[in-house]
């Protein structure tokens, strides 16, 4: 079945230490994105990539890298630099960047202790 | 810049009650529009979508209706269920062209709460 994979669901970090979320999807889309969602927000976009090997910024990417080597896969990392990281992440992807819909993971809920 | 906004929520009904979950957007161009559930602790579902005016889309139920003239997109339901608990999202998203990329802009989000 396709669809988008995020792993791990949970995931503990020591503050101050760099974290990587994974992301894959067997969709063949060719853009792919990172969202941040806090309890009682929206989602905030942190990053996305409309093709390999390129990737912008998006409102919120202050203390958060990624990379995008293959077009299935999208990670990212959170950095000490982060704030504030405690949230749920989710990735999703889309086709292309016209007006179709995207299609998300099932979210990575990161604690910092 | 683009921009949703949705009713404050949260919103409390009992099973079988009327929805409706207001959302306006500001865009440039002509955006597509789409509401997003969120069950608890999971990722985004897409409910419906409309990519233009005048467009009605519809799915389990829920609808809502693409309002160029009052830039709106409005979910609604007509018997809610326990099952439609949630978290609804609504959503624009530009076409391509000019220095859109494509993405999607989201409303903050409104808790529904339906009681038996």
């Known amino acids: 079945d396709g669809g988008i994979t995020q792993s791990p669901k949970y995931l503990f970090r020591k503050e101050g230490q760099n974290v990587t979320l994974s992301c894959e999807q067997n969709?063949?889309?060719?853009?792919m994105y990172w969202y941040r969602q806090d309890p009682g927000q929206g989602l905030r976009l942190i990053y996305y990539s409309q093709i390999v090997n390129d990737f912008q910024k998006g409102d919120i990417a202050e203390g958060y890298s990624v990379s995008r080597e293959k077009k299935e896969s999208f990670p990212l990392t959170v950095t000490s630099a982060q704030k504030n990281p405690t949230a749920f992440y989710l990735c999703?992807?889309?086709?292309?960047?016209?007006?179709?819909?995207?299609?998300f993971g099932q979210g990575t809920r990161l604690t910092v202790v | 810049g683009n921009s949703v906004t949705q009713m404050e929520g949260p919103v409390t009904l009992s099973e079988e009650a009327f929805l409706t979950i207001n959302c306006t957007y500001t865009a440039t161009g002509y955006p597509s529009l789409f509401w997003y559930v969120q069950y608890p602790g999971e990722g985004l579902q897409l409910l419906l979508k409309a990519t233009k005016a005048d467009d009605k889309g519809s799915n389990k139920g829920f609808e809502a209706t693409y309002r160029k003239e009052t830039t709106s997109f409005h979910l609604e339901k007509g018997s809610v269920q326990v099952s439609d608990s949630a978290v609804y999202f609504c959503?624009?998203?530009?076409?391509?062209?000019?220095?859109?990329?494509?993405?999607?802009?989201f409303g903050q989000g409104t808790i529904l709460t339906v009681h038996p």
């Open positions: 959503a624009l998203r530009r076409g391509a062209g000019g220095t859109s990329y494509g993405k999607l802009t």
């Open positions: 969709l063949n889309h060719d853009a």
């Open positions: 999703a992807s889309s086709p292309d960047r016209g007006a179709t819909e995207a299609f």
